[in-house]
């Protein structure tokens, strides 16, 4: 790829750039091989033709060589510092046994706690975890901290325990594993760092973003997670900082509230901007720790049904006064009884200030798992944003997997993606990372893949999902967000992909025709055995992240 010797291309701020031949993913022309930025607007898009004929000295240009230019991801639920943390502690997915995850413990370098991430016993032969006192040794006395994939629950060691006080707290055992308050407790006890070591972190997991072709990432804050202080950093970087520019950063706070005053009080004492209190304000908790409230019990769990964390009369309390003040409200809610919990406060709040109230709000349920028809229905009826995880999918659908262990028959109605389309749910996707990597095209694949045919979507449904669809459901200021058409803000990547094409799901949900006349612009080909790799992500026209083979 080349670009013109007068142009500076180190420079973050060049001040037009023309794309050509390759492929631009537009509403504007689905045959467009060539786009022109100026500034942070995309200012034209056209044929290989008609560039030739715009092109001069004056701007950098940039062969594609084939390459797709396409609008930039934005993942929908995240946690910065909990996925800056887990990039850079002990990796603990590839663990099969409580001694390797004791031999990975072990062999920490860590002066400080040992963290870990990542570890799932559900794919171990044998599911005995650990005791508190042997991590204690493997870790020479150091506090230990290992979160379960899900990160709702944690393995700690006795000295973590005792100096974080979990001795008697709700989801404390003689176990080394702690749930609900416990975990709570045991996470912030190793959370407690200075500004620049949050900052750090942040940083650390917005660079990852940046170079998987993100532009926009939501932040999921509350006080059970990160602090008022790690709110704070995360709506920082928007304000820019001399090390460079990143993602766009979307956040919401996860306080309940009981009245429209108290919402008030809330987000005027948060000192920077939120897009709601919705988000990790949670109902119940995760299928993988059992913490997920279920309608029956868990298969591998006779008697268990897990943790309803907020009544109906608190839900509903909470979104009444959110919708009174006209801004986003929403909850963690993954189980079906903890869905049955949240359309109960729908209709409790609705009777109070009415249903239009309630839709115009725009409120947003993160991860809902399990819905069946009529849960679909009436998420419909409220229109209510869900924003879900492909990846849960990809890692826990297949039979035999975790889905199945914990829910047996149930698990084939986890994830309804086409089901919420066909009702006309708004949907946007996330990696809810660090549960998930920051893996878009793996997370659109997933969509397409998913494990329970009927449930599948078309590539071009997952990737609007993907992409504006989540500027939609965070209420963004400007509605051209997520496209690249004349006049829309320039935040884009570019990828190299072994082949475009046109994907649908085994005929299932479907946004459009296979014909060419449909005009429809095309996606990566998604079953060639590897991801597209980002060339280049750009966010209003600065550089966020480019490959040295982008101008090679």
Known sequence: MTHAPSSDPTSNKRNVVLYRNG????????????MLVDGGTVAWVGSEQAASSIADDSMEIIDLRGALVAPGFVDSHLHLTETGIALDSLQLGAVRSAGQLLDAVASSTSQGPVLGHGWDESTWDDPALPSADELERAAGGRPVYLSRVDVHSALV???LAASAGLAGLDGFSAGSQVKRAAHTAARQSTRRLPDDALRAYQKRALGNAA???????????????????????????????????VPEVLPY???LVGSEEHAREVLNGLGVSVQGLAGDLNIDGSIGSRTAALRSDYSDSPGERGTLYLSVEEAAAHLAACSLLGVQGGFHV??????????????LAAAEVGDQRIRAAGHRFEHVEMADARAVERLAHYSITVSAQPGFDAAWGAVGGLYDQRLGSR?????????????????????DSPVTQLLPWSSVRACLEHNNQEERISARAAFLGHTRAGWRAAKYHNPMAGQLVPGSLASFAVWDAEELMVQV????????????????PLLPALDTGRDPVCLQTVRDGEELFASPALRS
């Open 23 to 34: 492929s631009v993913y537009t509403a504007a022309d689905p045959f467009a091989t060539a």
């Open 253 to 255: 706070w996860g306080s």
């Open 411 to 431: 698990s084939r109605a986890m994830n309804p993606f086409a089901s919420f389309y066909s009702a006309g749910v708004p949907i946007c996707f996330g990696s």
């Open 157 to 159: 060691s006795s000295s």
């Open 334 to 347: 993954i189980g079906d009884a903890g869905l049955d919990a949240a359309l109960d406060a729908l209709d």
């Open 505 to 520: 799901a085994d005929g299932r949900v479907q946004s459009w025709s296979t014909d060419p006349r449909a005009r429809t």
């Open 211 to 245: 170079e998987n072709g993100y532009v926009a990432v939501v932040e999921m804050a509350g006080p059970h997670i990160g602090g008022l202080s790690d709110l704070r950093i995360a709506a920082s970087w928007n304000l820019g900082h001399d090390d460079g520019a």
